[in-house]
């Protein structure tokens, strides 16, 4: 089974990676934050991920702690950038301001989603997976 899930971590982290490609190529410089949290965050997948391939089980640890910091740290820029858009709606300000407003939430959701799903199924799984590695 810890192979199943060192796979998903790697998807996980090919996943954020380019997420955050993606929003630096929408958003321009305005996307730092997501960039850093794209590369770090997929670099740290891809690493658990290596790892628990190989049958450590700090590996399976660090992906999980992973996946629940990042569905935190996502739960909480999604409601702000949601937050924003209500104001943007009530107050029109500008046609760009808003699209950038607007993908940005899309693209932190999509990222939020993937992660809850990442610690569920991590969760889900981890008796076997501790079990199984060492």
Not at 120 to 127: C, K, L
Request: glycine share 12%; with cysteine.
């Amino acid at each position: 089974m810890h192979k199943n899930i060192s796979y998903l971590y790697a998807f996980f982290g090919f996943f954020l990676l380019g997420c955050g490609v993606v929003a630096v190529d929408l958003a321009g410089e305005q996307a730092n934050t997501a960039l850093f949290t794209g590369a770090a965050g997929g670099l740290i997948g891809l690493t658990a991920g290596h790892f628990l391939n190989r049958g450590k089980r700090w590996g399976f640890m660090l992906g999980t702690a992973e996946a629940g910091l990042l569905t935190l740290l996502l739960g909480w820029r999604a409601a702000t950038y949601f937050t924003r858009l209500l104001g943007m709606v009530q107050q029109p300000q500008g046609p760009d301001s808003a699209e950038t407003a607007g993908m940005a939430f899309l693209l932190t959701t999509a990222m939020l989603v993937i992660s809850l799903l990442t610690l569920t199924v991590s969760v889900m799984f981890a008796r076997q997976v501790l079990s199984a590695t060492k």
